[in-house]
């Protein structure tokens, strides 16, 4: 016989066992709401910004007679002889690759010492980060303006242009991959005795060396783009031959060298996706051309392998240690060592063909006095503080503008460009190959443009800068989203939420804090960005800035350039400080 133990009833009077244990509400941190409030004030300056500017899509229109009437007068495109336009992008593309690779060797010391879990103490740490910061924070055109009294004309003063203000984000990029490393294989060789070059050798750079290399490929591109700029204080390529066409009025021939640089762009985009494809495989990223590529790539493997059987295609074991140090010399091992020695002779031909005076690094030394008496004490001149404290203003104001209308259509362009939001693949493609043309136009051509349709102001640099933060902002959003956890997105799908509600209460909200980051990174680079379009009349400090150097003001170049200055440290601070509330 069983005896059941009688049921005890909860009296009516007391509250359901759910709610008792239901925990209490998490309270929201004083910080969290002090980091919210922020960003409403930034956002609402952004929207005064923008009203202030008086940007509107009917003035926009009404400036298509503008338009028309300037194409009419251009007449068509005009390009130098083809001989001359091969030999500029030569050269072009020379700087840029010894600049990157500059920038690249100086980084990997800064990035060491300021990664927390490398760095030898906290007063290394802090010198390398305000290293990181600080040359991210000089503009290249003002490092050309100092280089080009202390070295010849030609490409030496763009490519120390390019490699120091480079060290800024490489570095960054390079000691945050060093940050994320699996302690392990370093612990272990310290534990055995290993010294710290030994460490780093053998187990820190194995693992960041894919994040490495995409992250010097992208800066490459970044800076092909802007070597445009550097182009307008005398350093030799593509982009001094269009400032000399467009300052005699030659629209035709300053279009066509645009056209030039613009193709070129596009050119070192699938370069470089060819190249994170060949040399990382599953870690080369996204983007459309990275897409192309690695199915190219796929498809002939595939074929090249169909005649082998699936254990003969695995991975090679090695009995012994002897055995994997006398590997065989396969297609691949051909294919990938093949592969490195061009890397290096293209290295080596940017080099050569960047036709370095070499003896000026012997000389420029005696020159540094000279050069530094001319910039420092620093100066307002007859401009006096409050003028170049207006037009520092004038150019955060177009920053948080264009920041504003990139991350409105950025929103909704980097959505469609993500896998898990785009209806399909070729809706993602067709994004994604947008964001590439995008990216590949610079700003500082787009003003160019722009100022001969609409006049110089603040309008003109302000839709520039706006347009293209799309390419950087969108690409950013879309790689983030694809990158959110998918369990949220396929709960709501199987409750039958449609796709819309699925973005909205799933993809979006985890993605949120990639989102604040990246667009506070964008209004860094935004400044500084809008710096250099005044320099083509875009508005803001650059006009003043450009007008200093040819004038021969350095006092006043340096007053500017700290200004800059404490403007990125600020919006540094407030970013980081972000970055680490919505952690």
């Not at 002939?300 to 012994?320: F, V």
């Not at 050569?352 to 005696?366: E, G, P, R, Y």
Request: glycine content about 10%; proline content about 4%.
């Amino acid at each position: 016989m069983t005896i059941t133990a009688p049921r005890l009833q909860r009296p009516a009077s007391s509250p359901p066992a759910d709610i008792e244990a239901r925990a209490p509400r998490r309270r929201i941190s004083p910080e969290r709401i002090s980091a919210v409030l922020t960003l409403l004030v930034i956002a609402g300056l952004a929207v005064a910004s923008l009203a202030e500017l008086n940007i509107s899509f009917a003035g926009l229109s009404d400036s298509w007679g503008n338009a028309q009437n300037f194409f009419a007068r251009v007449g068509g495109l005009k390009f130098p002889p083809a001989d001359e336009v091969l030999q500029l992008t030569v050269l072009t593309v020379g700087l840029v690759l010894t600049g990157t690779l500059l920038a690249a060797v100086l980084s990997v010391p800064i990035a060491y010492l300021a990664a927390s879990n490398t760095t030898p103490n906290r007063t290394a740490l802090a010198i390398a980060r305000f290293i990181g910061v600080f040359t991210r924070a000089l503009p290249d055109v003002v490092l050309a303006m100092v280089f080009v009294l202390m070295f010849s004309l030609g490409t030496l003063p763009g490519i120390l242009a390019i490699g120091i203000h480079s060290i800024g984000m490489i570095s960054k990029m390079f000691a945050d991959a060093i940050e994320q490393i699996d302690e392990g294989p370093r612990l272990a060789i310290r534990a055995a005795g290993g010294t710290r070059m030994q460490e780093f050798f053998s187990g820190v750079l194995p693992q960041v060396l894919p994040s490495w290399v995409a992250t010097v490929l992208h800066r490459n591109d970044i800076n092909l783009r802007g070597s445009v700029v550097l182009g307008y204080v005398g350093v030799a390529g593509l982009g001094l031959e269009m400032s000399h066409a467009f300052k005699s009025l030659n629209y035709g021939l300053g279009l066509g060298i645009a056209l030039v640089i613009f193709l070129l762009c596009v050119v070192m985009e699938i370069i470089s996706s060819s190249v994170r494809v060949a040399m990382l495989g599953e870690n080369a990223g996204r983007g459309v051309f990275v897409s192309f590529v690695s199915s190219l790539r796929s498809s002939l493997s595939n074929r090249g392998d169909s005649g082998r059987s699936l254990s003969e295609r695995s991975e090679t074991k090695h009995g012994s240690v002897d055995a994997a140090m006398r590997r065989p010399w396969t297609a691949t091992r051909i294919r990938n060592v093949t592969a490195g020695v061009v890397a290096i002779l293209v290295v080596l031909a940017g080099v050569v063909v960047s036709d370095i005076v070499w003896s000026d690094l012997l000389t420029f030394w005696a020159k540094i006095p000279e050069v530094a008496a001319q910039f420092w004490p620093p100066d307002f001149g007859n401009y006096g503080f409050p003028v170049i404290a207006g037009a520092m203003l004038d150019t955060v104001k177009i920053a948080l503008a264009a920041c504003l209308i990139t991350f409105v259509l950025s929103l909704g362009i980097g959505s469609l460009a993500a896998r898990n939001v785009a209806a399909n693949a070729g809706v993602r493609g067709g994004f994604r190959l947008l964001l590439v043309v995008i990216r590949g136009i610079p700003e500082l051509i787009l003003a160019i443009v722009l100022i001969v349709i609409t006049g110089l102001g603040a309008q003109a640099g302000t839709i520039a800068l706006a347009f293209g933060g799309i390419g950087l902002l969108g690409k950013l959003i879309a790689d983030s989203f694809e990158e959110v956890p998918r369990g949220p997105e396929r709960a709501m799908t199987a409750a039958g939420a449609t796709r819309m509600q699925r973005y909205a209460a799933a993809t979006l909200p985890q993605g949120s804090r990639a989102l604040i980051g990246h667009t506070f990174y964008l209004l860094d680079t935004n400044i500084r960005a809008a710096t250099l379009l005044g320099i083509v009349g875009g508005g803001g400090i650059g006009y003043y800035l450009l007008n200093a150097g040819q004038g021969s003001n350095y006092p006043l170049v340096t007053s500017i350039v700290l200004m800059i200055l404490v403007t990125v440290l600020i919006v540094e601070g407030i970013a980081m400080w972000m970055r680490k509330v919505f952690r």
